[in-house]
């Protein structure tokens, strides 16, 4: 008798090759199926696309539940999809038919139903109420935020299920990189110096390598996985760039939002982060661009997770989202891996080209990939990216700008970002002054070694996760 063989998962196939990454969020998955799945409350897991979203949901599944099925939306049979439709009055059938649909006898409190995808089909998404009500399988979710579709709402409107726990995946953390990698002394080392506020001495130079390696690689799981596997840049590079293509086709085939405006708004990320102030201005596309026509697609890119948006706050209250200037902003992407892609695309590239990136021979605005570094270690915590600008009323000439803003034991934390040699901190200290009841020591991220001058806090830029 012939028997057809199982085709491998993607946690499967990266258990397999060797390539398997540990997340960090996989605890805060391990912590809602233990607290939360069976009080009748789904987990939602958002991000962007190729973020590692689906292999974390099944690495939960193979790992923690006797069975589970999935269903990806993105190549679900029309019978399979018809079933959320037509069959939520009668669940006894509905899931008969999956388990018939998928081949698996799923087991009521120790099975997964993995809604794979879910943002593409709308009747799903609002089928978990009723799923959750009967409660006899624990529900996850992956997708981007529901709003994300490619098509036009053809389906009306629908009711997001309120039984849900959100978990945001961001790319994988220089700390996730060095775990990854092996370096279990390198992670004491910068821990524990951090913590201590000592220098890190002879470690620095060997620590600053690898941490010019992930800024390249970036932190997108297939990337990495083909550089820890072959430590070539340029294989990585063929991955990250497949991924910014996927992100281009899923901009220009929007319906909903100008895929030209969303297309012309990611090109330009680069060029507007080198700049001086690293504003985006939407008149470096267009004399004629108006914000009223290009904030729908600016908020789609942030709502698919491609891009990362700070602004400007009047003053540094532990509540910033009450004083935010959102006439003014600044536009990173996800990833600072795909943002040296974005920014090499017209550049013939090989190994030696890589060799001098890495040894940073090649004298590139490093500014802008450090802004972007911080940017994305913010956002992977959670935490509203947000900055301080002054500008003189009259000449619109800039008094005092911070970098960066994060809450700090009730208080605002000002961060500076210096490379290239330059660590002045003139508008950290006028910021510190004007503000000084309600903002925390400030701190300079440099390209240097831990250290404290003049009241202010110098750290390496590798060690804001430390810090957060």
């Not at 897991?45 to 974390?56: D, E, I, N, T």
């Amino acid at each position: 008798m012939y028997y057809m063989k199982k085709q491998l998962d993607e946690y499967e196939q990266a258990i397999a090759t060797g390539a398997y990454i540990q997340r960090s969020a996989y605890q805060r998955l391990l912590a809602w199926k233990k607290e939360r799945a069976r009080n009748h409350v789904a987990c939602f897991l958002r991000g962007a696309r190729r973020v590692g979203k689906s292999v974390l949901a099944l690495e939960l599944a193979h790992k923690e539940y006797r069975s589970f099925i999935r269903i990806s939306f993105d190549r679900a049979s029309p019978a399979t999809k018809a079933l959320f439709v037509d069959s939520l009055d009668n669940l006894d059938e509905f899931y008969d038919r999956l388990m018939v649909a998928y081949d698996c006898v799923l087991h009521p409190g120790e099975s997964l139903l993995i809604l794979d995808e879910i943002q593409l089909f709308k009747p799903a998404r609002q089928a978990i109420k009723t799923l959750l009500l009967d409660g006899r399988y624990d529900i996850l979710e992956t997708g981007s935020l529901a709003s994300i579709v490619k098509g036009d709402d053809k389906e009306g409107p629908y009711l997001l299920p309120s039984e849900e726990d959100t978990i945001d995946i961001a790319p994988i953390t220089f700390r996730e990189f060095l775990e990854n990698d092996g370096e279990e002394t390198m992670l004491r080392v910068v821990e524990t110096c951090v913590e201590s506020r000592r220098p890190l001495g002879a470690a620095y130079r060997n620590i600053y390598r690898k941490f010019r390696e992930y800024l390249i690689v970036g932190g997108m799981p297939k990337p990495m996985q083909t550089f820890l596997q072959t430590r070539e840049f340029i294989k990585t590079e063929r991955e990250k760039r497949s991924i910014l293509s996927l992100y281009r086709d899923d901009a220009a085939s929007q319906r909903r939002v100008n895929p030209i405006y969303a297309l012309s708004i990611l090109d330009l990320i680069p060029s507007e982060l080198s700049r001086h102030d690293s504003r985006f201005h939407l008149s470096h596309i267009s004399p004629n661009a108006r914000i009223r026509d290009y904030m729908a697609p600016l908020q789609w890119l942030c709502d698919a997770g491609v891009t990362l948006l700070s602004f400007p706050i009047a003053d540094p209250s532990p509540l910033p989202l009450l004083t935010l200037k959102p006439e003014e902003f600044k536009v990173y992407l996800l990833d600072t891996g795909l943002l040296y892609s974005l920014s090499y695309l017209s550049i013939r590239q090989d190994e030696v080209f890589y060799k001098r990136l890495l040894l940073d021979s090649l004298h590139v605005n490093e500014g802008m990939f450090a802004e972007n570094y911080v940017a994305q270690s913010l956002a992977s915590r959670g935490s509203k990216i947000c900055y301080y600008s002054k500008r003189d009323p009259k000449s619109f000439k800039s008094i005092m700008e911070v970098d960066f803003l994060y809450l700090e034991n009730a208080k605002i934390t000002p961060v500076e970002v210096k490379s290239s040699g330059d660590y002045s901190h003139t508008s950290l200290v006028k910021f510190k002054t004007h503000f000084q009841k309600l903002v925390n020591q400030g701190v300079v991220l440099y390209d240097g070694d831990i250290a404290e001058r003049d009241g202010v806090r110098y750290y390496p830029l590798f060690a804001l996760e430390w810090l957060l």
